[in-house]
């Protein structure tokens, strides 16, 4: 009896010691590789990065199966694997995520960028349309000017006559350039006819002086010019562009006015023939115009003191001016000639020191329109000076 008992309670302990075997030990590496996989970045990388996130789930299956039959060598290795793989995944799927926002980044660059272009298209294409509402502006006062003049006497009566033939010199000039820039110009018969009667007037040293009918003559060729460069589709960004390469080659003082850009030379003739440095002037001139085909050229010879009756040395000079620029390149097609006497003064004509200065020669180019800022070679940098 004592025997049975025996052999019972060594069965028993073996199957204590059998169970005590048997529980597993926790494994610290096991426990790093779950956390590591459960956490939210870790998802991500499943999504980004699935090949590294497979190996991950393979090398922690294994490592499952390892422990759960006792090898806790074989699954720490393979947790701490698992591990590395769902940290590469991880760091993989930030690397894409970063690569997105640069390239989103990029993208919203590239749209500020060309948003920002339009707004300054938009913005110059207003300024235009600021530019052209304030020369209708003038257009408009200059036609609302008074029908007639108080009565004037003495030296103001003769100034008025000076400052009316100097308005009926720039009226002409003004039809002229819209000839050059359409032969056709709507409107340019009444306005050269109107001229014409001016002249008459002026032949027989009118009383009191018509500066009225000059103002009202200058308004309709500026009108004219003003509509035919609207038909032609008018840029006047060639103008601003032209005056601004000339402004920075130096020496050539440019200015701009109702035509376009003008360049005035001094001392430009001996006698009817050109001045050595006026000549290399207008060959680079001549050279600018070739290059910037949207501009014709309004060549004006100036005097100091009315030239005589049958005086032809301004008309010599203009021809000079004139071979001059076609001989540099500039299109004989698209240049007119003009002679302006003394009707035009910058200084005052009665201060006999200053008034030399009143001869001159305008070399203005004329914006046409249309092609003006289109298709243009580069202008060789003038620098004769």
Not at 108 to 130: F, K, T
Not at 340 to 369: C, H, M, Q, W, Y
Request: aromatic share 2%; proline share 4%.
């Amino acid at each position: 009896m004592s025997r049975r008992w025996g052999l019972a309670a060594l069965f028993a302990l073996s199957f204590a010691a059998a169970a005590c075997g048997a529980t597993q030990m926790r494994v610290a590496a096991i426990d790093d590789m779950e956390r590591a996989r459960g956490g939210a970045d870790t998802q991500e990388g499943a999504r980004l990065a699935p090949e590294l996130y497979a190996r991950a789930e393979q090398e922690r299956r294994i490592s499952l199966d390892a422990h759960a039959h006792g090898d806790d060598v074989a699954a720490t290795l393979h947790a701490q694997r698992a591990l590395g793989a769902y940290e590469h995944a991880l760091i993989v799927a930030r690397l894409a995520r970063a690569q997105t926002e640069l390239a989103d980044a990029q993208k919203a660059l590239a749209d500020a960028s060309a948003e920002a272009q339009q707004v300054e298209a938009s913005r110059a294409g207003l300024e235009r349309q600021v530019q052209d509402l304030e020369g209708r502006l003038r257009l408009a006062r200059d036609r609302l000017m008074p029908a007639g003049s108080d009565a004037a006497t003495g030296d103001r009566e003769g100034a008025r006559l000076v400052a009316a033939r100097s308005m009926a010199t720039e009226a002409r000039l003004l039809c002229d350039a819209a000839q050059l820039v359409a032969g056709d110009a709507a409107g340019l018969g009444d306005a050269n006819d109107a001229l014409a009667k001016l002249d008459d007037r002026f032949a027989k040293r009118p009383h009191p002086a018509p500066i009225d009918d000059a103002a009202r003559a200058r308004a309709q060729c500026l009108d004219v010019l003003t509509r035919v460069r609207r038909a032609a589709g008018d840029d006047a960004g060639a103008s601003d562009a032209l005056l601004s390469e000339l402004s920075a080659a130096g020496g050539w003082d440019p200015v701009r006015d109702e035509r376009g850009v003008v360049v005035t030379l001094h001392e430009a003739f001996h006698g009817p023939a050109l001045a050595p440095d006026a000549a290399k002037k207008l060959a680079d001139l001549g050279r600018v115009a070739a290059a910037h085909p949207g501009f014709a050229v309004q060549l004006v010879v100036h005097d100091a003191t009315a030239p005589a009756p049958k005086d032809t040395t301004d008309a010599k000079r203009a021809d000079a001016a004139t071979q001059a620029l076609v001989a540099a390149g500039a299109p004989a097609a698209r240049l007119k000639s003009e002679t302006a006497g003394n009707r035009e003064p910058i200084v005052d004509p009665s201060d006999a020191k200053a008034r030399a200065r009143n001869e001159r020669l305008d070399v203005v180019f004329v914006a046409t329109g249309g092609s003006a800022a289109a298709g243009t070679a580069p202008s060789p940098a003038p620098v004769s000076k």
